[in-house]
């Protein structure tokens, strides 16, 4: 007699590998055993046989055979078998009916969302030496609440002791608060790095980031001195950061973070403003163009969708993909002193191409290209940026930076492209 048993009978979700044993527990040879398995709806064979033929079993023994599975949600489930026969030791056919094996499949855990804390400076200009107030915005961009939100400031700054650190107990999903510190900036020039060490708990633990931004510190001419060189004027570049929640995770800190020292290490440092906006939504992109009105406009992230369009924000943190008419259609209504758009995410050829018709110069990328690669490129950029050179050359010095440490084919992803209005 031959009987088939299934193990385990309690599985996960998901992948999972279960055994299919048959063993002869009668006290003579058993011949042409055939067993086939049938799988229910929710539950697939991934690898292994379904159909199982065995020539001989001596009585006493058993042999088994692996079957790995992937079972789609949680629930009771029952395998049954549509043909089960063998012959006995005189040639006797026997056909076994209304086999079934019970399997119980635990549903997956739901994973609990990871908060998400971001804090931006609302201030843009120091004065050089003078002790003055540092505004910012704390906002909790995740899903779920956080407390012990604390934030402390370093720099090229001296921090007044009592407000060293801004701390709030609760926030709120969705909330922000206003953040100010009391600071005299130590030194001059067009973008003087601010850290922000952000600490605060949720979902079980303490959590940590680091973000640098950047303020403008002059200095004022003292009275009844020479008048100063007029520097000229100054190139404003505006970026754009989104690494929305449930996407796989981008750098984005750390590519401003490379493209602020290339632009400071350039000759042509102090005629370049910078200014940085992170958790980027789609208002944040009108309201900005407004206030600043940027000569450069540069978006790190995702690119994605049938347009290859860019991923930012909606109002709870989760990707958002700009239709293409819609970002050109901002650029024409706001966006008139762009000069250049920098689209540094995977698959933006269409965008690119569109954002000519409003815009005089556009970077796109052709196709995916590496994190680290992305940030290559930047770099390249602005360093030919700040020193002087045009956006042509600037862009040549990107994808020297990626011929030069090469990354499968991502030097041949960026692309340049001239608008209607000619020349960048």
């Known amino acids: 007699m031959i009987e088939v048993t299934v193990s385990p009978a309690r599985i996960p979700a998901g992948v999972a590998d279960l055994e299919i044993r048959l063993e002869n527990t009668g006290r003579e040879t058993c011949l042409n055993i055939i067993f086939m398995i049938r799988l229910p709806v929710g539950i697939m064979r991934l690898r292994g046989q379904d159909r199982i033929t065995v020539s001989k079993l001596p009585p006493g023994q058993s042999i088994s055979y692996p079957l790995r599975v992937r079972a789609d949600s949680g629930g009771c489930y029952r395998l049954t078998s549509p043909?089960?026969?063998?012959?006995?030791?005189?040639?006797?056919?026997?056909?076994?009916?209304?086999?079934?094996?019970?399997?119980?499949?635990?549903?997956?855990?739901?994973?609990?969302?990871?908060?998400?804390?971001?804090?931006?400076?609302?201030?843009?200009?120091?004065?050089?030496?003078?002790?003055?107030?540092?505004?910012?915005?704390?906002?909790?961009?995740?899903?779920?609440?956080?407390?012990?939100?604390?934030?402390?400031?370093?720099?090229?700054?001296?921090?007044?002791?009592?407000?060293?650190?801004?701390?709030?107990?609760?926030?709120?999903?969705?909330?922000?608060?206003?953040?100010?510190?009391?600071?005299?900036?130590?030194?001059?020039?067009?973008?003087?790095?601010?850290?922000?060490?952000?600490?605060?708990?949720?979902?079980?633990?303490?959590?940590?980031s680091t973000t640098t931004r950047t303020v403008s510190v002059r200095s004022n001419p003292q009275t009844g001195a020479a008048p100063a060189h007029n520097p000229g004027p100054s190139v404003k570049i505006l970026f754009f950061g989104a690494n929305p929640l449930g996407t796989p995770s981008l750098r984005v800190d750390e590519e401003i973070r490379e493209i602020q020292q290339a632009i400071k290490q350039g000759r042509e440092r102090d005629h370049i403003v910078v200014r940085s906006e992170w958790a980027v939504r789609p208002h944040d992109i009108t309201q900005v163009l407004l206030d600043f009105q940027p000569e450069f406009v540069h978006f790190a992230g995702h690119g994605g969708g049938k347009e290859g369009s860019i991923v930012v924000e909606d109002d709870i943190g989760h990707a958002h993909i700009i239709p293409v008419d819609g970002l050109v259609q901002a650029f024409k209504a706001v966006g008139r002193d762009v000069r250049c758009v920098i689209v540094n995410a995977c698959r933006t050829e269409l965008l690119a191409q569109a954002l000519t018709a409003v815009v005089p110069c556009v970077i796109g990328m052709r196709q995916p290209v590496g994190d680290r690669s992305a940030i290559r490129f930047s770099v390249g950029f602005y360093q030919a940026l700040a020193a002087g050179k045009p956006v042509e050359t600037a862009f040549d010095v990107g994808v020297a930076q990626l011929m030069m440490t090469p990354d499968g084919d991502d030097a041949l992803a960026p692309l340049l492209l001239h608008g209607r209005e000619g020349a960048c």
Do not use: C, M
């Open 83 to 208: 043909n089960f026969s063998y012959r006995d030791h005189s040639g006797h056919a026997h056909r076994v009916t209304g086999f079934t094996a019970e399997i119980t499949v635990d549903a997956e855990p739901v994973r609990a969302p990871e908060p998400k804390v971001a804090a931006e400076l609302q201030t843009t200009e120091l004065p050089l030496g003078e002790w003055s107030t540092l505004r910012g915005r704390v906002s909790n961009v995740g899903e779920v609440d956080v407390s012990a939100v604390e934030i402390i400031l370093s720099g090229q700054v001296t921090t007044e002791n009592r407000s060293k650190a801004f701390a709030v107990e609760q926030l709120r999903a969705g909330a922000s608060v206003d953040a100010s510190f009391f600071v005299r900036a130590q030194e001059a020039g067009a973008q003087v790095p601010i850290h922000l060490d952000i600490a605060y708990s949720g979902v079980g633990r303490r959590h940590r």
